[in-house]
């Protein structure tokens, strides 16, 4: 299985490049808006880890400060074959030095930065990513790619879950299915909350992707949800013209959402619930477990603005 085959983008790609070559080569920045109280049982560190994965820092943090794994928190998964910055929350920790932490970590993990709360992260609680990709030894129409620069910053991109969500070679994926029927055991509670977000992000994902081979991924259908702009509320909008809502979408005013699916069904009607139902019912071990979990339906915008979007040619490689 694999995630570019089974996840398609939306524009015509000859050209071809490497990425990821160096750690370097992608950069993550997380956006965390927070009016710290400099007081409180949670101390809050913002690292830099290079070249590993998010669990793994949790990990390392939980052992050096003495605490158990479910104290520490951070808003979201950052890619592992990266440079990125992000920030974590430690509930009552044994070791809060900061100097000594330093010292006790494993050398991929770098603090910039602390501050004591009286809160913890919560997952999700960001207000978005900063990212810088290098392309090594592109080979290919340089003019394409131009213009599918262009088309990104007029459309957006589809909000696709990324490969991190499904492991290595994809392989939460069966576990998910597997563990949900009885075949597989999970022993902790993170990897619990991670096979659980692989099944939903699975059939998001897969929303995605028929919408775009039916090419309305960015263009709205009877009974979709919409959401606007910036906010999390979304609603159903049946009094709007075609033209106000092409309008709209292309202001990106509104984005069409997807279904993070649970064991109700989805909270779209018509045509978009047809086009959903179809692709969850494909899944029915999904289903098995959303409903043992009492998991409720919510939604997410299919595509992201990539705002601030600037590309520079160095020879043969660029840098987004």
């Known amino acids: ?22 750690a370097r080569d992608f950069k993550v920045v997380e956006n965390l808006s927070v009016d710290f109280s400099n007081q409180g049982e949670h101390l809050w560190l913002y690292i830099e880890k290079t070249d ?38 430690i509930q009552l920790a044994k070791i809060s030095d900061i100097d000594k932490i330093q010292a006790a970590l494993p050398n991929e993990i770098r603090i910039i930065q602390s501050a ?32 599918n620069i262009a088309n990104i910053q007029q459309n957006g991109v589809p909000n696709y879950f990324g490969e991190q969500r499904f492991g290595h070679d994809m392989g939460n994926i069966k576990k998910a299915s597997d563990w949900f029927t009885g075949n597989y055991k999970v022993k902790t509670r993170n990897l619990k909350s991670i096979l659980i977000s692989t099944a939903r992000s699975h059939i ?19 009974g979709d949800i919409l959401q606007l702009n910036n906010s999390k509320s979304w609603f159903e909008e049946k009094d709007a013209s075609k033209s106000e809502l092409e309008k709209r979408l292309s202001d990106f005013d509104i984005h069409i959402t997807a279904a993070m ?13 047809k086009l959903e139902t179809e692709i969850a019912q494909q899944f029915p071990n999904y289903q098995r477990g959303f409903e043992k979990f009492r998991l409720k339906q919510d939604r997410r915008a299919m595509r992201i603005i990539a705002n601030n979007l600037q590309h520079n040619w160095h020879n043969d490689n660029l840098v987004l």
């Open 261 to 273: 699916w649970g064991e109700n069904p989805t909270q779209a009607s018509d045509k978009c619930a």
């Open 1 to 22: 299985m694999i995630y570019n085959e089974l996840f398609p983008t939306i524009n015509n790609i000859n050209a071809k490049g490497q990425i990821r070559t160096f």
């Open 204 to 222: 998001f994902n897969l929303i995605i992707s028929k919408r775009i081979e039916q090419n309305i991924w960015n263009k709205a259908i009877k």
């Open 116 to 147: 004591k709360h009286h809160k913890k992260i919560k997952t999700g609680q960001l207000d978005g990513n900063n990212f810088s990709i290098k392309v090594r030894n592109i080979k290919g129409d340089k003019q394409q790619i131009e213009q």
């Open 52 to 89: 590993s994965n998010t669990n793994w820092v949790a990990k390392q943090l939980s052992n050096v400060c003495q605490v158990p794994q479910k104290n520490i928190g951070f808003a979201g998964l950052k890619d592992r074959h990266a440079i990125t910055r992000q920030w974590f929350s």
